[in-house]
């Protein structure tokens, strides 16, 4: 089995940033791609970004293209998610997620095999 914990959510202003942190544990071996989602209240989940295992197949939704960083360290078992310029529609809890050893498809929610709890960001205008 696998265990995803995350953290590095908090209360942030409009423009400003933060660093979230998921760790993964138990049988990381079989982790390889992994990704980020969150969800709004009200909204559905959605997807954020995506990075294969070895950090050089990154993708990213629109809405945070150019401001959010997806990047991780194997040596650790650990991947983050760097947000600048916050908006106050970034607003939601943040999860991240793996879909399992060799998964290519699309990373969707209902794809994801392993999820972490999750970490609110709030941010204020």
């Known amino acids: 089995q696998v265990q995803l914990v995350e953290s590095g959510g908090g209360l942030v202003q409009a423009g400003g940033s933060l660093r979230l942190s998921c760790a993964a544990s138990?049988?990381?071996?079989?982790?390889?791609?992994m990704g980020w989602f969150r969800q709004a209240p009200g909204k559905e989940r959605e997807f954020v970004a995506r990075?294969?295992?070895?950090?050089?197949?990154?993708s990213y939704a629109d809405s945070v293209k150019g401001r959010f960083t997806i990047s991780r360290d194997n040596a650790k078992n650990t991947v983050y998610l760097q947000m600048n310029s916050l908006k106050p529609e970034d607003t939601a809890v943040y999860y991240c997620?793996?879909?399992?050893?060799?998964?290519?498809?699309?990373?969707?929610?209902?794809?994801?095999?392993?999820w972490g709890q999750g970490t609110q960001v709030t941010v204020s205008s």
């Open positions: 138990g049988r990381t071996f079989s982790i390889y791609g």
């Open positions: 990075i294969n295992w070895g950090g050089g197949i990154i």
């Open positions: 997620a793996a879909p399992g050893a060799y998964y290519s498809g699309t990373y969707s929610p209902g794809s994801m095999k392993y």
